[in-house]
């Protein structure tokens, strides 16, 4: 593997678009669109070129893509015609560039990875293509995925639709861009600390974290405690079918969650009944400042769920512990850290602080002096945390609180590349999202709805957390949501 610090570029060259294949398609759910090319009202190609054509136009503001597949994606669309069965035939996506796409570079965000290319298809990856979907690139991340930005050396940053002076958020910021923007209907995304929920808030979009163990991380590891893989898309109807592909157990894996009782589609297309919802503002990081803006989207959210019949009581979760953030970074920083080890072995030697930015190689000196027992024993620590929350929402259906304490950040608050305060970029991402974390922690499912925007026209979240694998729930309560207080068609003006 080339060790090589220097940034690829993207050239995308694409056939003029018919008049069906306009740039309102890539707005359109994506299962309408793969009904329009089943029944041959619109090509798969068509589609593509439309993908292609808004990259084209837009990746250059954007930076949202590492790598396009142009010619790949045109020549496979191609190949799909009228009547095929598969549920997304045709249809566009784009894949986070943490997961292996075999025969495609897979880069973490980080010089040290260079240009190694992945030499099979991560499970989600697998899932999506025999799905139909048509993987058309790959997406930006911060370094290694640490940080809720995406901002980086090697790739420079990338901008929020809304407002290009701002992050898109992290670590998913590459495909909530795409997505917002309407370069691609949907994309991959995965979630350790926030990284689904904090880019679809800041970026408009609905994010959902899936219960722990719910989507397999095969064929690399057997079980995760932090990280599930998902997707950022406009509605709840899309993520609930994307999770139904997405869901269950590969062999060889250690743990999963316990399959639903029905799709994840129908429970979402069903009226949840009468539910107890908790409210809180309260910040599981005790100096985080939460924008009053943020408070009233939740007390705002709060009234429309009693105006659907809910129960709604203010209580808050015993989450505001000092030493939370520390003992977090000693579980998640091992986490990432493994991932490093692993390109050390594929490159053939150790890596160095040339390699790396300054935040990801502090975090990987403070990992080197964390011997085995001190991370067992945060894990054992982050173990009760998350099971004091879950005690603590028995008496709930629900949990409501902000998606982001923040509105999304301009570019450089959170800065990965500050060497004289490395972790200081840490220290200021638990500030702007300290909601995120502690579903990671206990495993819940949550999800991030894009439910208002505040008055610079920047889109306001909220976050509704589920009881464990209650997914069906949630996203019954998120879609009722959405069919209440609409906003699908909201679009960012480029």
Request: a negative charge; aromatic letters at 6%; proline letters at 9%.
């Amino acid at each position: 593997m080339g060790l090589l610090s220097s940034r690829r570029e993207v050239f995308v060259t694409v056939r003029p678009m018919s008049t069906a294949a306009g740039a309102d398609l890539l707005f359109r759910p994506v299962t309408e669109l793969a009904a329009l090319i089943r029944s041959g009202e619109l090509t798969a190609q068509e589609l593509v070129q439309a993908s292609l054509h808004r990259i084209e136009a837009l990746n250059p503001s954007l930076n949202a893509f590492v790598d396009v597949f142009a010619d790949d994606a045109l020549a496979e669309a191609g190949a799909i015609g009228p009547g095929d069965e598969r549920p997304f035939a045709g249809v566009p996506i784009a894949i986070k560039n943490n997961r292996a796409v075999a025969g495609r570079r897979l880069t973490f965000g980080s010089a040290f990875a260079g240009d190694f290319v992945a030499p099979y298809d991560h499970n989600v990856v697998a899932r999506l293509k025999r799905a139909g979907f048509v993987i058309i690139g790959t997406t930006t991340l911060p370094e290694w995925g640490i940080v809720p930005t995406t901002e980086t050396a090697r790739f420079g940053p990338t901008r929020n639709p809304w407002d290009l002076s701002r992050t898109p958020g992290g670590s998913s910021g590459g495909s909530a861009a795409a997505v917002a923007a309407g370069l691609v209907p949907i994309a991959h995304a995965n979630d350790g600390g926030g990284s689904i929920r904090i880019p679809a808030a800041c970026c408009g979009l609905v994010g959902l974290k899936p219960q722990r163990g719910r989507v397999s991380l095969a064929p690399e590891i057997g079980h995760a405690f932090l990280v599930q893989d998902g997707v950022v898309s406009r509605t709840v109807a899309e993520t609930a079918a994307l999770l139904d592909l997405l869901a269950g157990p590969e062999v060889g894996d250690m743990a999963w969650a316990p399959p639903p009782a029905e799709p994840f589609a129908v429970a979402a297309a069903r009226e949840p009944g009468r539910l107890r919802v908790a409210m809180t503002t309260l910040s599981p990081v005790p100096d985080a400042v939460v924008d009053p803006v943020a408070v009233q989207a939740v007390q705002d959210a709060a009234a429309l769920l009693e105006g659907l019949g809910h129960e709604v009581v203010e209580a808050d979760p015993p989450w505001a512990q000092p030493d939370l953030e520390r003992t977090f970074m000693a579980s998640f920083g091992p986490a990432v850290c493994a991932q490093i080890e692993v390109l050390s072995m594929i490159a053939g030697r150790p890596a160095t602080a040339e390699d790396m930015e300054p935040l990801s190689w502090a975090l990987y000196e403070v990992c080197q002096n964390i011997n085995s027992i001190q991370g067992l024993l945060a894990e054992f620590q982050l173990h009760a945390v998350g099971r004091a929350l879950i005690t603590w929402a028995v008496p709930f259906d629900a949990v409501l609180t902000p998606a982001l304490a923040q509105a999304p950040v301009p570019l450089g608050t959170i800065d990965p590349l500050d060497a004289g305060n490395p972790l200081g970029g840490f220290e200021r991402a638990a500030r702007f999202t300290p909601f995120t974390p502690a579903l990671n922690i206990s495993g819940q499912p949550a999800i991030s709805l894009p439910l208002y925007q505040r008055d610079d026209g920047l889109p306001l979240g909220v976050q509704l957390i589920g009881r464990p694998a209650g997914e069906g729930e949630l996203l019954a309560l998120a879609a009722q949501v959405e069919a209440a207080h609409p906003w699908a068609e909201r679009r960012p003006t480029l």
